[in-house]
């Protein structure tokens, strides 16, 4: 649980006195984009990985 708290308090840091706050909402909008297709990835490995397919 610390790593979390630890990667919540970096991502608050990162745009603790960020201007112009456009941009600041495009890097938020952009780092959840980036999650979003890093989870997509590793689901589509690991459901290929449980199914049987062959590498």
């Known amino acids: 649980m610390g790593t979390l708290t630890h990667f919540r308090n970096v991502y608050l840091e990162a745009f603790?006195?960020?201007?112009?706050?456009?941009i600041v909402v495009l890097l938020?909008?952009?780092?959840l984009?980036?999650?979003?297709?890093?989870?997509?990835?590793?689901?589509?490995?690991?459901?290929r990985a449980i199914n049987g397919f062959r590498f």
């Open 28 to 31: 938020k909008i952009y780092s």
């Open 33 to 47: 984009f980036s999650v979003l297709m890093i989870s997509m990835a590793l689901y589509a490995f690991a459901y």
């Open 16 to 22: 603790e006195n960020c201007r112009p706050m456009f």
